[in-house]
């Protein structure tokens, strides 16, 4: 798909919504997403239910490609992102009501993989942190190389360490 | 698929696993289904959050169906059973580390739909109740109907009215 | 607390978090929230699981009462609002990065009771509905007057029926 | 809470709800839990959801503890055990009917932290593992020590490395 049908895609879907921000903002190399803390979010002991942080980096990985042009429904059918390894931090507790901003940075890609760091902050405070592995793989399961136009526009995100 | 077929797939799926009342059990006309609640089905208000009484729910006609024959993978592809209707009342709220039964009764079984009585009880006490429409939906997401020897084994598990 | 407090409450959590829309918008009687389909919202069979739908329901009802100035944690300690009874229809299936919009609407609030109609839509098309009896309790479960200049605030959301 | 006294709690929540395996099984150093797959455990690329198998571990872990005789019930309100850490690795997809075994293992318990080492598998399949740091907080979240009553109990469990 060119890239100019791409963004018309991405326009449609999220500009023409009437919600602007729905799917976050890109800001510099950094995609951002608020996320409410609801009721199902939480747990019986006051706070967000530690597997609920996953979740939400799930939407902030999602917008993010969401953002970038790449949508699950192009990919699936032929091949589709999962996750291979997370290493995660949980810091501070979020609370019912929060409005939390999950964070999400593209450290490196190649081959079938993909890395990127995640945080969730309330403020300027961090609540959470992961490393996050992704691979892209077939129908069958099998690791399948990153296409170029697309592994293109990821490390252009990627922020220079100098 | 013959009947001593199906049996002998719920059999090795259940029975041989080693844990023989994973499924619950079928008790005359009720399949009871028991499940602990663990910190993911609470929320900060200290009890289960009431969607998730709808997910026991589902665990229970799942297992209810498994242990007539019926399985998600063999419907699946050609037709699957979707959820239209549930009348829902949360009558009194479960908390952590509660023993809860989940009981299911078919109370009728006509072309592409089945009606289902369900309860959530804490010993005796009863803390949800739903009475459930489930139609069976072909691939293209239109009405199927449920073919004579599923029905005959729903319809052997209806109660007498009398 | 004073109408001009639960405003500046109010302006401080949602307005000034740089994300105006994150609860959703009031239209004239009826509040209507954005919610995005993620994975975590899917099951294998291809579209969104159901007792999902209530959850959206409870984002849309949690937002509506914050954009009128009641927080959970506000109320919490002294009383809550539970979900007594929800009749439930599914009559369309919603899939991944679908943008939805949940609708609430105020029909009646009388003494410990509300009533609402919640719809889910996809542009037009009409996915889900549900009537939903809320009851405010206290810290022993027992049902409690809403405090009138609450229930003002939702009867002043109520369409007129003429 | 003499042991003697924990056990005949343990056995009436578990032993005399008339579901003997229902909090699993201790086998010699391991806690085995066993868990079935449901609809709301997937995702529509058809295998479980990542973040589902945190969930399935807290299963796990809280049913370990029960087993020994440690109630979310009798810490809560004094002190409760938080995740700090997880290591997670998602080596194969588990899907709809599958049913799994969580393996708990204890590694360490010093101060306030304990480490345990999971694993979901299928069959003799391993499909995911974590390495968990868990610590014991008190009401203000502030790390307490574990009461060497219970570290005892968990040490019990530890393999030794010989």
């Not at 919504?17 to 510099?28: K, S």
């Not at 699950?72 to 995660?88: I, K, P, Q, Y």
Request: hydrophobic residues 35%; positive net charge.
């Amino acid at each position: 798909m060119p890239q100019s049908k791409l963004y018309m895609h991405k326009v449609e879907r999220d500009q023409l919504t009437g919600w602007p921000d729905l799917a976050g903002r890109i800001e510099g190399k950094v995609h951002v997403l608020p996320i409410r803390v609801y009721y199902e979010d939480t747990d019986f002991s006051g706070v967000v239910y530690h597997a609920n942080y996953l979740k939400f980096c799930e939407r902030g990985r999602s917008d993010c490609l969401r953002l970038l042009g790449v949508h699950h429904n192009e990919l699936h059918g032929t091949a589709s992102f999962v996750v291979r390894r997370m290493v995660c931090d949980f810091l501070k507790p979020a609370t019912i009501d929060d409005v939390l901003h999950v964070e999400t940075r593209f450290i490196e890609c190649a081959g079938a993989r993909m890395e990127l760091a995640q945080q969730i902050k309330r403020g300027r405070e961090k609540l959470f942190e992961a490393k996050v592995t992704v691979a892209l793989i077939d129908a069958d399961g099998k690791p399948k190389r990153i296409p170029p136009d697309m592994s293109k526009r990821f490390l252009s995100r990627v922020e220079s360490k100098n």
